[in-house]
């Protein structure tokens, strides 16, 4: 490969990575690790796993802000179904895995209606799942929704790779009622800059070594 060529992969995969990573895409939890909430009805997993939602999102694929414009509604016919999640505790705790660090900018939820869904909640993004060192990057108040649909609350870019929904308060109801969480941010496993520039030094001796054979 010649060291014109060279620099021309390097520089489209630098300008195709830089895309990528720009691109603030719909994140879905791997898995929810844990809880002090004790469940009353409803499986705690379908708060996750899109099964609750009209149209499905591809997770690190999806843009966020196309995804949420026009939400899904959820598809169960009550928000006290398999499909949902309920808590006989008002106020505790949340922690879901991203399975590996994104830099976080937006938290979708899918409040449930009438009185029965969060009424208050902070936010608690950690590099690990121990959340020795968490970053609380807001304290948030939904709206009650006359139907289960999607809010998005956006705070500054935060590193993380678990996130901890702390409700802070309800609606008066004795329980807590959550259809679908999903969160917004960027790196979508696109090679950094610097693997892409040691790549194209590589690249590029590979080049020389073949013109000194020739």
């Given at each position: 490969?010649?060291?014109?060529?060279?620099?021309?992969?390097?520089?489209?995969?630098?300008?195709?990575?830089?895309?990528?990573?720009?691109?603030?895409?719909?994140?879905?939890?791997?898995?929810?690790?844990?809880?002090?909430?004790?469940?009353?009805?409803?499986?705690?997993?379908?708060?996750?796993?899109?099964?609750?939602?009209?149209?499905?999102?591809?997770?690190?694929?999806?843009?966020?802000?196309?995804?949420?414009?026009?939400?899904?509604?959820?598809?169960?016919?009550?928000?006290?179904?398999?499909?949902?999640?309920?808590?006989?505790?008002?106020?505790?705790?949340?922690?879901?895995?991203?399975?590996?660090?994104?830099?976080?900018?937006?938290?979708?939820?899918?409040?449930?209606?009438?009185?029965?869904?969060?009424?208050?909640?902070?936010?608690?993004?950690?590099?690990?799942?121990?959340?020795?060192?968490?970053?609380?990057?807001?304290?948030?108040?939904?709206?009650?929704?006359?139907?289960?649909?999607?809010?998005?609350?956006?705070?500054?870019?935060?590193?993380?790779?678990?996130?901890?929904?702390?409700?802070?308060?309800?609606?008066?109801?004795?329980?807590?009622n959550l259809g679908e969480v999903a969160f917004g941010g960027t790196g979508t496993g696109v090679p950094e800059p610097?693997?892409?520039?040691?790549?194209?030094?590589?690249?590029?001796?590979?080049?020389?070594?073949?013109?000194?054979?020739?």
């Amino acid at each position: 490969m010649s060291l014109k060529k060279c620099f021309a992969v390097l520089a489209t995969a630098m300008l195709t990575a830089s895309s990528v990573l720009a691109n603030v895409v719909v994140i879905q939890p791997a898995a929810i690790v844990d809880s002090t909430f004790t469940p009353f009805e409803g499986v705690p997993g379908n708060l996750i796993d899109q099964s609750g939602l009209s149209a499905p999102y591809l997770t690190g694929v999806t843009l966020y802000e196309d995804y949420i414009l026009n939400p899904p509604v959820p598809t169960h016919p009550s928000f006290t179904s398999s499909t949902a999640f309920r808590t006989s505790d008002e106020l505790g705790h949340i922690d879901f895995s991203l399975g590996r660090k994104f830099d976080l900018t937006n938290f979708a939820l899918w409040n449930a209606p009438a009185y029965f869904g969060i009424g208050g909640f902070d936010l608690l993004v950690s590099l690990d799942q121990s959340f020795s060192l968490p970053v609380n990057v807001g304290s948030f108040n939904p709206a009650d929704p006359s139907t289960p649909s999607a809010q998005s609350f956006q705070f500054k870019e935060t590193p993380g790779a678990f996130v901890r929904l702390l409700a802070t308060s309800d609606f008066g109801r004795p329980g807590i009622n959550l259809g679908e969480v999903a969160f917004g941010g960027t790196g979508t496993g696109v090679p950094e800059p610097t693997t892409l520039l040691l790549l194209g030094l590589g690249l590029a001796g590979l080049g020389f070594g073949r013109k000194r054979l020739h």
